[in-house]
């Protein structure tokens, strides 16, 4: 759909520049943009992925991903120098839209960068392959998928839903939508506007029925009539 949308708005520009095509702008309607909700991990489900990727390798590069809220093609591409854990931010260069910005590092992170970077002497870029050559994005899916299955998510999980779980948590954690909006590197808060229909904050103050049901039975109090009839 967002290929067709880009079509359509090709020809128009084409028609901007080359009237004489006589293209008619009645048949070149943009298709509605799709409004998908994306997926989402629990935190636990983040701990549980780290705890059963025994890789160093591996379990840093979604650490990264999920700590700083990356793309997966920020991450690859990223230098030695862009970490600075005296800071505790990481520098992304390049991000979509050929914007640069910094992004924080959890304290956690420390002896992780630390024992990789010891570990595996990375010479051009923070993650490498054998050749000290970026490392392969089918890769990361690859390992994703098999650490998922071994914590027993059964989500589709791709290394954007790391970027998408990064972002709602920290809406649900208070942060405001300027800041994640920056963090992010979104051009337009529209895009970021997205995590707000996900995000479970005020949602979970909610007490479910049920669950005061059950507390009240717990507690010797006659429950309340659930009976439909």
């Known amino acids: 759909m967002s290929t067709h949308r880009q079509m359509i708005s090709a020809f128009k520009h084409l028609m901007d520049l080359y009237p004489q095509l006589e293209l008619s702008a009645i048949l070149l309607k943009r298709p509605k943009k799709d409004r998908f909700q994306p997926v989402v991990l629990s935190m636990q489900d983040i701990i549980a992925l780290l705890q059963v990727t025994?890789?160093?390798?591996?379990?840093?590069?979604?650490?990264?991903?999920?700590?700083?809220?990356?793309?997966?093609?920020?991450?690859?591409?990223?230098?030695?120098?862009?970490?600075?854990?005296?800071?505790?931010?990481?520098?992304?260069?390049?991000?979509?839209?050929?914007?640069?910005?910094?992004?924080?590092?959890?304290?956690?992170?420390?002896?992780?960068?630390?024992?990789?970077?010891?570990?595996?002497?990375?010479?051009?870029?923070?993650?490498?392959?054998?050749?000290?050559?970026?490392?392969?994005?089918?890769?990361?899916?690859?390992?994703?998928?098999?650490?998922?299955?071994?914590?027993?998510?059964?989500?589709?999980?791709?290394?954007?839903?790391?970027?998408?779980?990064?972002?709602?948590h920290m809406l649900e954690n208070g942060v405001g939508l300027r800041h994640i909006q920056e963090l992010l590197g979104h051009s337009k808060p529209e895009t970021t506007m997205l995590y707000t229909h996900i995000a479970r904050k005020d949602l979970l103050q909610i007490t479910n029925p049920l669950d005061v049901a059950v507390e009240q039975i717990v507690n010797g109090k006659k429950a309340p009539n659930l009976s439909l009839s």
Do not use: W
Not at 75 to 88: E, F, H, P, S
Not at 124 to 129: D, R
């Open 54 to 168: 025994k890789n160093l390798k591996h379990r840093f590069i979604i650490a990264m991903l999920y700590s700083c809220g990356l793309r997966i093609e920020e991450l690859l591409q990223m230098k030695v120098d862009a970490i600075d854990l005296n800071r505790r931010q990481v520098l992304v260069k390049n991000g979509k839209g050929r914007k640069d910005r910094y992004v924080s590092i959890a304290s956690s992170m420390e002896p992780l960068c630390i024992n990789n970077m010891q570990t595996y002497q990375p010479k051009n870029y923070v993650i490498e392959s054998m050749q000290a050559t970026t490392y392969s994005s089918s890769s990361v899916r690859s390992f994703l998928k098999k650490s998922c299955k071994n914590a027993g998510i059964i989500k589709k999980v791709t290394p954007h839903t790391l970027r998408h779980s990064y972002a709602t």
